[in-house]
Structures are given as structure tokens and as C-alpha cells.
């Protein structure tokens, strides 16, 4: 089965940064739109960046200018560098992809998350 693996997250302070991880695995045929979320307990989760599927970026907001999402191995492995970390970026970081797990299906599919923690 198709899985979403995040790695990279962690305790830092405000200012300091991050690289986080996402590894696609599975008998998958290709991966369309791939990318970033985040949720704070008690709210949704939001978009923090992605890749379309024709291979764009799209970015919040908040992070433009700090954070960049990159890509390898056909976007089976997605990466978010997080500069100039604040601790209103403290949140549970989930990578998400809509991939395609044999011909004629076609799915979304979430990562368990990682935790991300700004301390001021």
C-alpha cells in the first residue's frame, strides 16, 4: 500500500531552522500533486507548500521568503526547508500527495506528521 513517511522535525529555538523530510513508498504508478500542511491542536490543518502537478510551487503566505519545498526521484521524496524559525510555526508538519496506486485510481494520502516546536 501506498505510504507517506516524515522525518526531520524537532525542538529549536526562534530564528534557528529545519529540514524536513517525505518519502513516498509503495507499488505507486506516478505522484501529481505533492506538498507541506501543518496543524495546531484544536484547528485544521493548512497549506504550507506544495508542488502542483504540473511541477509548480505554491506557498502561504507566512512562509514566503523563509521556507522552500524541493523535490527528487519524481517526487517520490519531497523536502521543506524552514528558515528563520518563530514560534508561531510551531505545529504538527504533515506531508500530503495525490498519487495514483495503479492505473485508473487515483487518491489522496497523508503522513502520520512530524512535530515541529519554536521555543522564543
Known amino acids: 500500500q501506498v505510504r507517506l513517511l516524515e522525518s526531520g522535525g524537532g525542538l529549536v529555538q526562534a530564528g534557528e531552522s529545519l529540514r524536513l523530510s517525505c518519502e513516498v513508498s509503495g507499488n505507486i504508478l506516478r505522484v501529481n500533486s505533492i506538498g507541506w500542511y501543518r496543524q495546531v491542536p484544536g484547528n485544521g490543518r493548512e497549506l504550507v507548500a506544495r508542488?502542483?502537478?504540473?511541477?509548480?510551487?505554491n506557498y502561504a503566505d507566512f512562509v514566503k521568503g523563509r521556507f522552500t519545498v524541493s523535490s527528487a526521484n519524481a517526487k517520490r521524496m519531497v523536502y521543506l526547508q524552514m528558515n528563520n524559525l518563530s514560534p508561531e510555526d510551531t505545529a504538527i508538519y504533515y506531508c500530503?500527495?495525490?498519487?495514483?496506486?495503479?492505473?485508473?485510481?487515483?487518491?489522496?494520502?497523508w503522513g502520520q506528521g512530524t512535530q515541529v516546536t519554536v521555543s522564543s
Open positions: 508542488f502542483t502537478t504540473a511541477g509548480d510551487t
Open positions: 500530503s500527495g495525490d498519487i495514483a496506486p495503479r492505473a485508473g485510481s487515483y487518491f489522496t494520502y
